[in-house]
């Protein structure tokens, strides 16, 4: 970890009004326990307070991080990999129309979210849309939108705000 210092000194040093108590024995409200996706006391916190590995964190189980999982069928992910990795994709050629989204890919999570990875056309490229949408009383609204990612498979992550809880949509392939 971090500078040669332990968890609790870490975490005194940084929210100088932390008990240093674990947060799970506290009775009280806590701004520090509240603005952190997990307890101050946790030893899977970096420097910042930041998730070190969110596997580690699923891992143990954490309630503040959700995954859900979805399988595609190779020939589908490697046809749109293989597109995606192109530079500049000929439309004509490939069917495909400009401008436009081509494939969804969702997940819903057990509190409502869902987590879209959009496959879309540009100009002259594919590129991937990645969305997190939280319910609300009109149905679905845009909660948090990452980075593009450049890969269909594999770990897309969530994490729309301090002390909120962060999603994980997993895209693998399906066995044979």
């Known amino acids: 970890m971090g500078g040669g210092l332990d968890v609790k000194e870490r975490m005194r040093k940084m929210y100088r009004e932390w008990c ?29 307070g930041e998730m070190l590995d969110y596997r580690r964190c699923l891992d143990a189980g954490c309630d503040v991080i ?37 494939e969804t890919w969702s997940v819903e999570f057990e509190n409502g979210h869902v987590a879209d990875l959009k496959l879309c056309s540009g100009d002259s490229n594919l590129f991937l849309d990645a969305v997190l949408f939280e319910p609300c009383n009109i149905g679905l609204q845009e ?20 002390g909120r809880v962060n999603y994980v949509m997993r895209i693998s392939l399906k066995t044979e």
């Open 20 to 48: 240093g108590k674990p947060c799970s024995e506290c009775q009280t409200s806590c701004r520090v326990d509240e603005a952190m996706p997990c307890s101050p006391d946790c030893e899977l916190l970096g420097e910042d």
């Open 143 to 162: 909660e948090f939108v990452p980075d593009c990612p450049d890969s269909i498979l594999g770990d897309h992550i969530f994490a729309p705000f301090e």
């Open 66 to 102: 959700m995954l859900e999982e979805l399988r595609l069928d190779r020939e589908t992910a490697e046809r749109w990999q293989r597109l995606l990795d192109m530079p500049s994709v000929d439309f004509g050629k490939e069917n495909i129309d400009r401008d436009c989204t081509i």
